[in-house]
């Protein structure tokens, strides 16, 4: 069966090529390649060539009140960037960015569609969008060789916001390595004004290598099959969205949210921690819920969330299948900035003592069986330390070390990390529990013990004593076994 949709497909990209698409308009009658048709949606005026962005930025809303010949130029690339931190994967694009280039369409426009495969791909490639009415949703007309460039033209008959993904042999493949993005297809009056929109798509990605492990990771066909991804990312690469790169906006303004699940495999539970979506376009489409808390987001599908900030802060972006957020990269952040609302949010009000019978230190095992490598040098310690940073720390205590106000210490310029080696060391080692002062401030919270080697923590410990304003020197791996034994 499989055969032989492939070689239907095969068969349909040798068809002869169909004339360029010409479009005149007038009183409601549209002629295309010179063949009067009616329009539903009134007459096509006119013509404009698309504008293209970037995850997250989204083009700017549509205020036309007609439909239009809209040109659009997509160019496919492969290239090898970072996955992860240390990490690189081999990415096969539509226009160089995973997800691709977002598409604004507005309902009735014909599309003049043009693929470009870039002369130093090693693939053919083309798309299936899934706004298109037609056979493979364009697959079969945009089959593209390195070097080349398809053509094809198509209405946009259905408001919505639709995925657009590869849809070559193997597919899955494909889409696995980053060929997905999103098109949006404008309702006739447009969509209601908002102060920011922003482009968040999923994605799953799968290596030879385990998470983190070092070095250009291939892509591994077994884990696909088996749909056990190494990485679960938003916007193809851990902290896509975070630090620097968080979407931000400001107390009283409305955000639009188009979320997007690449796939190929799993389900998103997307939710914005500390935020409720007072609108939700359910899978994108003309349904809209109100009030919710997480949406699924099925693999080729959307959904498209609205809410309004009311309080400053940092809200954490999450797949609610928690683990993938925490241990497999997808987080992201909307920074907001303003005035607080104590009535909205007080903030913590009080702080008591509470010690119910075998309250511990939690323990997180260590993973067995770590070789112990040779002695490492600055630069390597600095380097593998901010990759295990960014695994292990950062969803608490930030990527510029500040932590979290009331919650997490800060490590950036931290008299309490600073004071004591050894003391840190054994942070790392044993947990930490109760009352501790940093910077003249009191926290009395649990960390537990750290799933990292010895020689992962020497490498953290010492990108975090000298990052940030921090100057602390090399913490060596005899330094931590020390410490480890005096336990």
């Known amino acids: 069966m499989l055969l032989s949709i492939l070689t239907s497909l095969a068969f349909a990209c040798q068809a002869p090529v169909a004339p360029t698409l010409v479009v005149e308009g007038g009183d409601g009658v549209t002629s295309i390649n010179g063949v009067t048709v009616s329009s539903e949606f009134g007459p096509i005026i006119g013509e404009e060539k698309a504008v293209l962005t970037s995850p997250p930025n989204v083009p700017a809303p549509i205020n036309r009140n007609h439909p239009t010949k809209l040109i659009v130029d997509l160019e496919v690339l492969e290239f090898v960037a970072p996955i992860a931190d240390g990490v690189d994967y081999t990415f096969w694009t539509f226009g160089g960015t995973v997800p691709g280039s977002f598409i604004r369409t507005r309902v009735g426009d014909v599309v003049e569609f043009n693929l470009h495969n870039n002369p130093s791909s090693k693939m053919p490639h083309n798309i299936d969008l899934h706004a298109v ?170 959904a498209i969330a609205e809410f309004e900030v009311e309080v400053p802060g940092t809200f954490i972006i999450v797949d609610h299948s928690i683990f993938r957020t925490f241990n497999k990269g997808a987080l992201g952040m909307l920074k907001v900035t303003g005035p607080d609302d104590l009535l909205v949010y007080s903030g913590k009000q009080d702080d008591r003592i509470y010690q119910p019978e075998g309250g511990a230190v939690q323990e997180i095992p260590a993973a067995e069986g770590a070789k112990t490598p040779s002695s490492r040098t600055m630069e390597e310690r600095m380097t593998l330390g901010e990759r295990s940073y960014k695994v292990n720390c950062l969803a608490c205590h930030q990527a510029n070390g500040e932590g979290i106000k009331g919650a997490f210490p800060p490590l950036a310029k931290s008299d309490y990390l600073m004071e004591d080696t050894k003391r840190a060391i054994d942070v790392m080692h044993k947990g930490l529990s109760g009352k501790i002062t940093v910077n003249g401030v009191e926290y009395n919270g649990v960390m537990p013990k750290v799933n990292m080697s010895d020689d992962e923590i020497a490498s953290v410990l010492t990108y975090i004593r000298n990052s940030w304003g921090n100057e602390g020197g090399k913490v060596t791996l005899n330094e931590v076994l020390e410490a480890k034994s005096a336990h």
Not at 244 to 264: F, H, M
């Open 133 to 302: 009415t037609g056979p493979g949703g364009g697959a079969a007309a945009s089959f593209t060789a390195p070097g080349h460039t398809s053509q094809f033209s198509f209405q946009v008959t259905n408001p919505g916001l639709y995925v657009y993904h590869c849809a070559t042999a193997p597919v899955g493949m494909h889409i696995a390595n980053g060929m997905y993005g999103l098109i949006l297809v404008e309702p006739a009056k447009g969509m209601s004004p908002v102060d920011k929109e922003y482009y968040i798509m999923q994605g799953d990605f799968y290596t030879e290598g385990a998470y983190g492990e070092a070095g250009l990771q291939p892509f591994s066909m077994q884990k696909a099959l088996q749909e056990i991804p190494d990485y679960v990312l938003f916007n193809g690469s851990v902290g896509a969205m975070v630090g620097d790169k968080a979407i931000t906006a400001k107390v009283g303004e409305s955000v639009r949210l188009y979320v997007g699940n690449g796939g190929p495999n799993l389900v998103s539970s997307f939710h914005v921690i500390g935020e409720i979506f007072d609108n939700l376009y359910v899978e994108g489409g003309s349904l809209v819920n109100h009030n919710v808390q997480t949406t699924l987001v099925p693999a080729g599908g959307s």
